[in-house]
């Protein structure tokens, strides 16, 4: 792990709940986070006072009841020149995540971004994981869930 970067966490949803661990880890690492919740209400925005713990925390809700109104994909951070981060970490609905990847790519910045996808058998065996990958199809229980945007077809190209 890399350590005195400027990383940006992206979640959305449930998909906020992983990055807490993440930051407190990269906190530990002496990174320098900015972190971006989206929730569709106030009261869905997951865990903010622990991620204030870690980082500097920017909350985007649908109904606009805090933060700005909208998506975490709206907020202004992506129009700031030059970007602020060098790393990004993603993780919640599949959309959000391909527009972060977009946004990483125009920016020039490394995006890891955490799937969630059906994983019955955990083994890779049953193969209702797979994505589809520019090495082919992957299965995510045994090779994920966590993939570099760029190596995920159709997602960034």
């Given at each position: 792990m890399v350590k005195h970067e400027k990383v940006l966490l992206v979640?959305?949803?449930?998909?906020?709940?992983?990055l807490l661990f993440l930051a407190?880890?990269?906190?530990?690492?002496?990174?320098?986070?900015?972190?971006?919740?989206?929730?569709?209400?106030?009261?869905?925005i997951l865990e903010k006072k622990k991620f204030e713990k870690f980082g500097k925390v920017f909350i985007t809700t649908e109904d606009g009841s805090e933060?700005?109104?909208g998506l975490v994909?709206?907020?202004?951070?992506?129009?700031?020149?030059?970007?602020?981060?060098?790393k990004i970490y993603t993780c919640g609905p599949e959309p959000m995540m391909k527009?972060?990847?977009?946004?990483?790519?125009?920016?020039?910045?490394?995006c890891e971004v955490s799937l969630?996808?059906?994983?019955?058998?955990?083994?890779?065996?049953?193969?209702?994981?797979?994505?589809?990958?520019?090495?082919g199809h992957t299965c995510t229980c045994t090779q994920g869930p966590v993939f570099d945007s760029k190596e995920l077809s159709g997602w960034v190209n």
């Open positions: 979640g959305g949803g449930c998909g906020v709940a992983p407190r880890i990269l906190k530990e690492n002496e990174n320098e986070l900015y972190i971006l919740i989206g929730a569709k209400t106030k009261e869905d933060g700005r109104l994909i709206h907020h202004g951070l992506w129009r700031q020149t030059p970007f602020m981060a060098d527009e972060v990847a977009r946004l990483a790519l125009i920016h020039g910045i490394n969630e996808q059906t994983m019955a058998c955990g083994l890779g065996a049953c193969l209702c994981c797979v994505v589809k990958t520019k090495d």
